[in-house]
């Protein structure tokens, strides 16, 4: 096949194809190339139709139904029955941060209840230990970093506290559609940030790095400098967070 037919061919199968940009301009990049972008319901736009983005992420802290037991705040029972217990276990349940939702599983139902009815939550791994501990923002963390939500406990000693709070963000999409570039998904994610509080002191916004703790502990600050350098502890999880805490309770108990 020689080069005029294959050239012939090409401007059949796209009968759009304009021969000059100042008679037709083909697409929206054309228009904004060339300076005549005005936008116009009656003016032909050609392309390929697109597929729309998506929402993508999680919104729960965990997606998985764990069970758990929850203390409810005494008011809110009382308003239903006087006699009522403010704690049930049992249940399985998640945390739902978008809608700000505790969402137990009941049969093949999900049912909801607002944050603000419950004071504390423990889930359980499948051996009965406990897995989570959460407990309302009006009840543990600084005051007035949040009015309505949950604070994790990372860790709970004598000398020092370790709490986490996390927040859902949403990432929206980068896509431009004239120039069909970017991502057309939008995403949630957390970013999680920690507390830390010595003895009977205030708690203190902390950075989840070897530094920051140091600082924190830093009336023992050579032993806690020893213990990451043989353990070789880089303090950028929260399990070596936990180890750190325990060590440095230990430091304090000698």
Request: with cysteine.
């Amino acid at each position: 096949m020689n080069m005029k037919k294959i050239i012939f061919l090409f401007f059949l199968a796209f009968p759009f194809f304009s021969f000059s940009q100042d008679e037709l301009y083909q697409s929206t990049r054309d228009d904004l190339n060339y300076g005549e972008f005005k936008p116009n319901n009656l003016a032909p736009r050609y392309g390929i139709s697109e597929k729309p983005g998506k929402l993508l992420g999680n919104i729960h802290l965990d997606t998985v139904f764990r069970k758990s037991s929850v203390v409810f705040f005494k008011e809110v029972v009382k308003r239903y029955d006087p006699n009522a217990s403010d704690s049930i276990s049992g249940y399985k349940l998640r945390i739902n941060l978008l809608e700000k939702l505790i969402e137990f599983q009941i049969g093949d139902l999900v049912k909801g209840i607002d944050f603000k009815a419950i004071k504390k939550i423990q889930t359980y791994d499948l051996k009965g230990n406990i897995l989570k501990t959460y407990r309302h923002s009006s009840v543990e963390g600084p005051k007035n970093f949040v009015n309505d939500g949950f604070y994790e406990v990372i860790f709970e000693g004598k000398h020092l506290k370790v709490i986490s709070h996390s927040i859902l963000k949403k990432k929206e999409p980068s896509y431009h559609v004239a120039l069909s570039v970017g991502d057309k998904n939008a995403y949630y994610y957390f970013k999680t940030i920690y507390f830390s509080k010595l003895g009977n002191g205030d708690w203190q916004e902390t950075n989840l790095n070897k530094k920051s703790w140091l600082e924190i502990t830093r009336t023992k600050i050579d032993q806690m400098e020893s213990y990451l350098k043989e353990n070789r502890i880089l303090m950028n999880n929260e399990t070596s967070l936990k180890a750190f805490c325990l060590y440095y309770e230990k430091l304090n108990k000698i």
